[in-house]
């Protein structure tokens, strides 16, 4: 158990770790902070067409920018998996989908690992109050997959108020969370408007012990519903770019991975057919729902900064993956490739982090759980897939060594080093693009033995287990 220090000792050993941190590597006794607060914000299905990770994107993230600003932003950050299960099982309890047999959006992720502690719960057991809200665990099921033992109070994302009929006027086309437009029509009754609202308070209350809050931003994802002032900022923002021919390159794994995954890009096709700029405005909706959540970020930070206590916070920021919106004749999540894949990464660690940095390593997000540990000072879990990204905090530069590793389903994988997305499907069939001149990953080169030597040095990082797929939760 950590020892309990009061408020402003605990600032003073932070300011005494901020003189002593220097060099690169792991932190040594001196260097530990004492149990600094922390403030892990999730953000679901944020992509990287945003100002943070590309300045020629059309999405401004001015808010996740200003975050950045106070420590480092991991510019080739990658999910575990492009779902919302098996990628937040994964960052909570450090195991991969090919340790866990977390894969699906179903699965039982509690019933796979009921022994192994998630990272809320190291930070509990190390006399930390852990708080809560919105979407940390997945959200299907009415919170079935959320987690009591992880934390001491937690506020639930509130119920999904729908407008009285869909604003996209498409209800032959999908349920009515495939919509897109501007609702609710007070911006305080927006779900994320609460769950911000309550991490607020926490962040402004007084609290005896150490802090860890969760603060889970429902948006972008579907519906895709924001207020209005926030399809105003976006009205400039066209369709992004797209290979009308793309998929003809693709193998049979690919194509057998994707068979029930474009369900939203052929709907899309038929309600953009009969009613022509559906798709651009599709695309402004999404784009309006991530200016509502960079807005919110924002909200956080206010609070932070009227704090004494939030100088000295650790803050984690990350999306569970990203997002397709056409690109590759795909709107949705659910596969391997770059959009679905690249996410924002965002690590301020005062005293560790030097304001505006940036590290260009890949790196998934299996490197938050032990990360967190050791900037904190908690014991190290050798059970963790990942490995802790604190010499990288240090020195941006700093020896890596090791890909980011992505996993869609049992036995699809996909490696990505600086310059390479490498793709191994279920069937063994491959994909290979070359970020250096194909950004948009229009030419599948997998079966140009100009390079197999490249191949061969991704495919080593493919997981050599793959556990069993647990069992479906239903309820
Ligand atoms: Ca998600
Ligand atoms: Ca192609």
Same mark, same amino acid.
């Given at each position: 158990?950590?020892?309990? !220090?009061?408020?402003?000792?605990?600032?003073?050993?932070?300011?005494?770790?901020?003189?002593?941190?220097?060099?690169?590597?792991?932190?040594?006794?001196?260097?530990?902070?004492?149990?600094?607060?922390?403030?892990?914000?999730?953000?679901?299905?944020?992509?990287?067409?945003?100002?943070?990770?590309?300045?020629?994107?059309?999405?401004?993230?001015?808010?996740?920018?200003?975050?950045?600003?106070?420590?480092?932003?991991?510019?080739?950050?990658?999910?575990?998996?492009?779902?919302?299960? %098996?990628?937040?099982?994964?960052?909570?309890?450090?195991?991969?989908?090919?340790?866990?047999?977390?894969?699906?959006?179903?699965?039982? $992720?509690?019933?796979?690992?009921?022994?192994?502690?998630?990272?809320?719960?190291?930070?509990?057991?190390?006399?930390?109050?852990?708080?809560?809200?919105?979407? !940390?665990?997945?959200?299907?099921?009415?919170?079935?997959?959320?987690?009591?033992?992880?934390?001491?109070?937690?506020?639930?994302?509130?119920?999904?108020?729908?407008?009285?009929?869909?604003?996209?006027?498409?209800?032959?086309?999908?349920? @009515?969370?495939?919509? $897109?437009?501007?609702?609710?029509?007070?911006?305080?009754?927006?779900?994320?408007?609460?769950?911000?609202?309550?991490?607020?308070?926490?962040?402004?209350?007084?609290?005896?012990?150490?802090?860890?809050?969760?603060?889970?931003?429902?948006?972008?994802?579907?519906?895709?519903?924001?207020?209005?002032?926030?399809?105003?900022? *976006?009205?400039?923002?066209?369709?992004?770019?797209?290979?009308?021919? =793309?998929?003809?390159?693709?193998?049979?794994?690919?194509?057998?991975?994707?068979?029930?995954?474009?369900?939203?890009?052929?709907?899309?096709?038929?309600?953009?057919?009969?009613?022509?700029?559906?798709?651009?405005?599709?695309?402004?909706?999404?784009?309006?729902? *991530?200016?509502?959540?960079?807005?919110?970020?924002?909200?956080?930070?206010?609070?932070?900064?009227?704090?004494?206590?939030?100088?000295?916070?650790?803050?984690?920021?990350?999306? =569970?993956?990203?997002?397709?919106?056409?690109?590759?004749?795909?709107?949705?999540?659910?596969?391997?490739?770059?959009?679905?894949?690249?996410?924002?990464?965002?690590?301020?660690?005062?005293?560790?982090?030097? %304001?505006?940095?940036?590290?260009?390593?890949?790196?998934?997000?299996?490197?938050?759980? %032990?990360?967190?540990?050791?900037?904190?000072?908690?014991?190290?879990?050798?059970?963790?897939?990942?490995?802790?990204?604190?010499?990288?905090?240090?020195?941006?530069?700093?020896? $890596?060594? @090791?890909?980011?590793?992505?996993?869609?389903?049992?036995?699809?994988?996909?490696?990505?080093?600086?310059?390479?997305?490498?793709?191994?499907?279920?069937?063994?069939?491959?994909?290979?693009?070359?970020?250096?001149? =194909?950004?948009?990953?229009?030419?599948?080169?997998?079966?140009?033995?100009? $390079?197999?030597?490249?191949?061969?040095?991704?495919?080593?990082?493919?997981?050599?287990?793959?556990?069993?797929?647990?069992?479906?939760?239903?309820?």
């Amino acid at each position: 158990m950590a020892t309990q !220090i009061p408020q402003q000792n605990r600032t003073l050993f932070l300011a005494l770790g901020l003189l002593f941190c220097a060099g690169t590597g792991r932190l040594s006794a001196a260097e530990q902070p004492s149990s600094p607060d922390v403030l892990f914000v999730v953000i679901d299905d944020l992509n990287d067409w945003i100002s943070l990770l590309d300045e020629t994107a059309p999405i401004q993230t001015p808010n996740l920018e200003r975050l950045a600003a106070r420590g480092m932003l991991f510019s080739k950050a990658y999910c575990v998996s492009a779902a919302c299960n %098996p990628s937040r099982a994964a960052v909570m309890t450090g195991l991969r989908p090919s340790t866990s047999g977390v894969y699906g959006n179903r699965s039982d $992720w509690r019933a796979a690992v009921p022994d192994r502690k998630t990272i809320m719960e190291r930070f509990r057991d190390a006399g930390y109050t852990v708080n809560g809200a919105g979407k !940390i665990f997945h959200h299907h099921l009415n919170g079935a997959f959320h987690d009591d033992r992880s934390f001491s109070q937690f506020q639930h994302m509130p119920q999904q108020i729908y407008p009285p009929q869909k604003l996209n006027n498409a209800p032959k086309y999908g349920s @009515r969370n495939t919509d $897109w437009g501007v609702w609710p029509p007070n911006e305080d009754d927006a779900i994320d408007t609460q769950t911000v609202r309550f991490c607020r308070e926490q962040l402004a209350a007084q609290h005896e012990k150490p802090l860890f809050l969760a603060c889970g931003i429902f948006k972008p994802h579907s519906p895709f519903f924001a207020p209005a002032r926030y399809h105003k900022a *976006v009205e400039s923002v066209l369709t992004p770019p797209r290979k009308e021919d =793309d998929w003809q390159d693709l193998p049979s794994g690919a194509l057998n991975l994707m068979k029930n995954k474009q369900w939203f890009w052929k709907g899309m096709l038929r309600v953009e057919d009969e009613q022509p700029g559906s798709w651009q405005q599709f695309v402004r909706s999404y784009a309006a729902c *991530v200016t509502f959540a960079d807005t919110q970020v924002g909200r956080l930070l206010d609070t932070l900064d009227s704090t004494p206590r939030g100088r000295d916070t650790i803050i984690v920021l990350w999306s =569970d993956h990203g997002f397709h919106l056409g690109e590759k004749n795909h709107i949705e999540k659910f596969a391997l490739w770059e959009k679905s894949n690249h996410v924002p990464f965002i690590v301020v660690a005062p005293g560790v982090t030097r %304001p505006g940095t940036q590290c260009e390593r890949p790196v998934d997000l299996s490197v938050i759980y %032990p990360t967190l540990l050791e900037l904190c000072g908690l014991e190290p879990d050798e059970n963790c897939d990942g490995h802790s990204v604190v010499s990288l905090l240090k020195n941006p530069a700093a020896e $890596w060594g @090791r890909p980011a590793l992505m996993t869609y389903q049992r036995g699809n994988h996909a490696v990505r080093s600086n310059r390479w997305r490498y793709i191994r499907y279920a069937d063994g069939t491959e994909e290979l693009y070359d970020h250096s001149n =194909d950004p948009h990953e229009w030419k599948n080169v997998a079966n140009d033995p100009k $390079w197999s030597q490249i191949i061969l040095s991704h495919r080593k990082w493919l997981p050599v287990k793959e556990a069993a797929q647990v069992k479906d939760l239903r309820r």
